[in-house]
């Protein structure tokens, strides 16, 4: 009977018991993105991703394996489950934007 008030307590109040000390680390998809993801590609990488969610509905993920840039145009090859897609992208007012795939 004591236990269960005490178990009966403990779930009443476990709503209030936020965890917000556990520091979770924030990334942007496969092994191989967030290797890069930290270094200067990482603006080309979330823009590649943004395309990938838009063009399959975010159903898939895509892995980037490649970024190359050069200036203002980027090129960066994504698998997108068993296809290979190029992507270019160009830096359009500071964002990357993605202006043609193959």
Excluded: C, F
């Excluded at 917000?20 to 680390?25: L, N, R």
């Excluded at 068993?82 to 359009?92: F, I």
Aim: proline share 5%; charged share 20%; no cysteine.
């Amino acid at each position: 009977m004591m236990g269960s008030v005490v178990l009966a307590g403990l779930l009443a109040l476990a709503p209030n018991w936020a965890v917000v000390d556990i520091p979770y680390p924030e990334t942007s998809g496969g092994s191989a993105t967030s290797r890069a993801a930290t270094g200067p590609d990482a603006p080309v990488i979330d823009a590649v991703h943004g395309y990938v969610r838009q063009s399959s509905a975010g159903r898939r993920k895509g892995v980037v394996t490649d970024v190359r840039i050069e200036g203002n145009k980027a090129v960066a090859k994504v698998l997108i489950g068993q296809r290979s897609e190029t992507v270019h992208l160009e830096l359009v007012q500071h964002e990357w934007r993605v202006t043609r795939t193959e």
